[in-house]
């Protein structure tokens, strides 16, 4: 039957595209560079979240921007939202002791993630990296902009967030029924965590890379990897909750590994949502090279 043909053909190809990734990703020695960027974003996270607060302080009030960054760290980072506020909490109670020169220290260690994620992309797009070149001041400014831009971005949902927590307080009578806002407030933080993960992964996916991608594709990566971190999210944590014995092997450093493996599987989803990028840019160069090809084709002479 024609319908069905049509769905295992569509099957096929998608199966076929899903290998072609793993493979794409195997041969740029993915799992390694997924495992040097999950290092680098542990080292970047505290610095980047202390700089935030110090800054952010000046427009958002500290427990609100607090309270964003559990939600948002615990959406990130599942468990490891408690031990970073203490963590930040404890430096902000001492930031008198912290000059010009701590700021630009802490500043440089919170781009380090962004800068080892530069280089993962030039390998995931070499095919780009042949052709192409960033001037290094370019390279060396973009991971300051993408603190910019969470910065931003945190000012703009504490903003939203406050907004939510007033409607929470809120009840709408319909009929005479009431109906409490506070579930509708806790679904829209939900689904602000989730477009702001998607847009900053899609932006990641458009900016890094050496020269242009297409929004669409950019779309799609941000799209895939922010549904695989969901899936992956709610699974870890239903996993550490019920079935880990990472407790009774690690003892007290059972939260740093739980922490590194989350971090790792982090990484991992974000240079699968690239590798399926460069995929997609590979599959049109070939179809275009093949039309191309077919519209001129080889002329023969005879003596």
Same mark, same amino acid.
Not at 8 to 26: A, C, E, T, Y
Not at 136 to 148: D, E, G, K, N, Q
């Given at each position: 039957?024609?319908?069905?043909?049509?769905?295992?053909?569509?099957?096929?190809?998608?199966?076929?595209?899903?290998?072609?990734?793993?493979?794409?990703?195997?041969?740029?020695?993915?799992?390694?560079?997924?495992?040097?960027?999950?290092?680098?974003?542990?080292?970047?996270?505290?610095?980047?979240?202390?700089?935030?607060?110090?800054?952010?302080?000046?427009?958002?009030?500290?427990?609100?921007?607090?309270?964003?960054?559990?939600?948002?760290?615990?959406?990130?980072?599942?468990?490891?939202?408690?031990?970073?506020?203490?963590?930040?909490?404890?430096?902000?109670?001492?930031?008198?002791?912290?000059?010009?020169?701590?700021?630009?220290?802490?500043?440089?260690?919170?781009?380090?993630?962004?800068?080892?994620?530069?280089?993962?992309?030039?390998?995931?797009?070499?095919?780009?990296?042949?052709?192409?070149?960033?001037?290094? @001041?370019?390279? +060396? /400014?973009?991971?300051? *902009?993408?603190?910019?831009? =969470?910065? &931003?971005?945190?000012? #703009?949902?504490?903003? %939203?967030?406050?907004?939510?927590?007033?409607?929470?307080?809120?009840?709408?009578?319909?009929?005479?029924?009431?109906?409490?806002?506070?579930?509708?407030?806790?679904?829209?933080?939900?689904?602000?965590?989730?477009?702001?993960?998607?847009?900053?992964?899609?932006?990641?996916?458009?900016?890094?890379?050496?020269?242009?991608?297409?929004?669409?594709?950019?779309?799609?990566?941000?799209?895939?990897?922010?549904?695989?971190?969901?899936?992956?999210?709610?699974?870890?944590?239903?996993?550490?909750?019920?079935?880990?014995?990472?407790?009774?092997?690690?003892?007290? @450093?059972?939260? +740093? /590994?739980?922490?590194? *493996?989350?971090?790792?599987? =982090?990484? &991992?989803?974000?240079? #699968?949502?690239?590798? %399926?990028?460069?995929?997609?840019?590979?599959?049109?160069?070939?179809?275009?090279?093949?039309?191309?090809?077919?519209?001129?084709?080889?002329?023969?002479?005879?003596?």
């Amino acid at each position: 039957m024609p319908n069905q043909q049509e769905s295992i053909r569509l099957l096929k190809r998608f199966f076929d595209f899903l290998l072609r990734v793993v493979r794409g990703f195997m041969r740029n020695k993915g799992l390694l560079l997924s495992g040097a960027l999950a290092y680098y974003i542990l080292l970047s996270i505290v610095p980047l979240s202390i700089l935030a607060l110090i800054i952010l302080s000046h427009f958002v009030k500290e427990e609100q921007l607090f309270n964003i960054l559990s939600t948002y760290t615990g959406m990130l980072i599942p468990g490891y939202a408690a031990i970073l506020a203490q963590q930040v909490q404890i430096f902000l109670n001492n930031r008198h002791t912290v000059g010009i020169i701590g700021f630009l220290v802490m500043l440089f260690f919170s781009s380090m993630a962004f800068g080892v994620l530069q280089s993962a992309m030039s390998i995931i797009f070499m095919h780009r990296s042949k052709n192409l070149r960033r001037h290094f @001041l370019t390279s +060396a /400014v973009i991971p300051y *902009l993408f603190i910019l831009l =969470i910065g &931003l971005g945190i000012i #703009l949902v504490s903003f %939203i967030t406050g907004a939510l927590e007033i409607l929470e307080k809120r009840e709408l009578i319909i009929i005479g029924w009431t109906l409490s806002l506070k579930i509708t407030s806790k679904v829209g933080l939900y689904a602000l965590g989730l477009f702001s993960e998607m847009f900053l992964i899609s932006s990641i996916y458009l900016v890094m890379p050496v020269g242009r991608i297409k929004v669409g594709h950019a779309l799609i990566g941000g799209i895939t990897a922010t549904i695989l971190w969901e899936i992956t999210r709610h699974v870890l944590i239903w996993y550490y909750s019920t079935l880990s014995m990472v407790n009774v092997i690690y003892g007290s @450093l059972a939260t +740093a /590994v739980v922490t590194l *493996l989350i971090t790792e599987a =982090i990484a &991992l989803i974000l240079l #699968l949502g690239a590798q %399926i990028i460069a995929e997609l840019e590979s599959k049109a160069n070939e179809s275009s090279e093949v039309k191309l090809s077919g519209s001129h084709p080889e002329k023969t002479f005879s003596g």
